[in-house]
């Protein structure tokens, strides 16, 4: 007969080495559902580990890369957290990722060039040689479009900014040559389009702050308010 404590420490031992593996590959999953990723890479830990069937996370790191939130791809996602209190029913049931609470947590997405263009030729269906360029002081896009046969140059300035925990792109200047906006779309540009809406967002929160970079935009997101989610 094997002792009830022998097996008390063998199913620790179990936990401790199965456990974090295990739910991080659930999470993982979740999270390349919510983004549509195919590389994402997350890491929990709770002592013991035990906890983690309760939904109890103690750290939790998380990175997802080729995503997408809302209208926009996004390069990079970083997440990093502390005392998460996970909804395990949701997640088991619904497969539905519901953080119910959390002492901390921060996520940032890198987008890039690459991904503003792909927006702009989403977007711009009319529009040819599309360039975008990102500096510290914004964007700028350089693009050409064909108008009753005469070649139109466009040059489109602007920024990323949040609103209410959303995230929007700002166009702060543009220039047309030999058209009207009307003629070649231009217009769905024009003013604050909304990119990426915080109900986009895999978990509950609000962009806070944009950062421009060469070459690219850091977005912050700020889950601060969780501590108070219940």
């Known amino acids: 007969m094997i002792p009830g404590n022998f097996m008390r420490q063998l199913l ?50 998380a990175t997802v890369r080729g995503g997408r939130w809302g209208k926009i791809a996004v390069d990079k996602i970083s997440l990093a ?14 497969g539905k990722l519901r953080l119910n609470s959390a002492k901390s947590y921060s996520m940032t997405g890198e987008f890039t060039e690459k991904n503003l263009l792909d927006y702009i030729r989403q977007e711009g269906s009319r529009l040819e040689d599309i360039k975008v360029r990102i500096t510290a002081e914004g964007i700028r896009a350089t693009a050409s479009a064909k108008v009753f046969g005469k070649k139109a140059n466009i040059t489109i300035e602007g920024i990323m900014v949040s609103h209410e925990g959303s995230l929007y792109l700002r166009t702060t200047k543009a220039q047309i040559e030999n058209a009207v906006p009307g ?48």
């Open 81 to 94: 957290g502390e005392d998460f209190r996970l909804d395990m029913g949701k997640l088991g049931e619904e």
């Open 12 to 61: 620790l031992f179990l936990s401790e080495l199965f456990l974090p593996r295990i739910i991080s590959s659930t999470l993982e999953s979740k999270l390349a559902g919510e983004t549509g990723s195919k590389a994402v890479e997350v890491n929990v830990s709770s002592q013991p580990a035990l906890k983690l069937l309760a939904g109890r996370i103690e750290t939790v790191s």
């Open 183 to 230: 003629k070649i779309g231009l217009e769905k540009f024009f003013g604050d389009v909304q990119l990426v809406k915080r109900s986009d967002l895999p978990l509950p929160g609000g962009f806070t702050d944009v950062t421009f970079e060469d070459g690219k935009i850091i977005v912050t997101v700020d889950g601060s308010s969780l501590r108070e989610t219940k």
